[in-house]
């Protein structure tokens, strides 16, 4: 299709994706999963902020979700927009990817 975006994605470790002593806090092999299954879904579409198309995962966290009688984890995948930093964040239980 003429003028449609198709998306990379780097799977080397950047400096964003280091902890503060420099070590990687994401494997090869995860984040490869986590390209294969976004690759799957059909997530394609550049960046929302600068139009770039390459993305790298980059980490994973708990958002904290306050309901009325507890505090529930929602397992994040994030992935940083390689020119600009723009952060994506998928949920990963809907991708399969929740650890
Ligand atoms: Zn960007």
């Known amino acids: 299709m003429m003028g ?15 902890n503060e002593k420099g070590g990687n806090v994401m494997t090869p092999e995860r984040q490869a999963a986590i390209i294969a299954v976004l ?12 139009g770039h198309p390459t993305f790298e ?9 306050k309901s009325l009688s507890k505090h529930l984890a929602m397992p994040t995948i994030m992935l ?3 020119q600009c930093g723009m952060l994506a964040e998928h949920a990963a ?5 929740a650890e």
């Open 57 to 65: 995962p980059c980490g994973e966290r708990d958002i904290t979700l």
């Open 39 to 50: 690759r799957q879904r059909g997530v394609i579409q550049p960046c929302q902020r600068c």
């Open 4 to 18: 449609q975006w198709t998306v990379s994605y780097q799977t080397a470790n950047a400096e964003d994706g280091k």
């Open 80 to 82: 940083a927009c390689k």
């Open 93 to 97: 239980r809907p991708l399969g990817l």
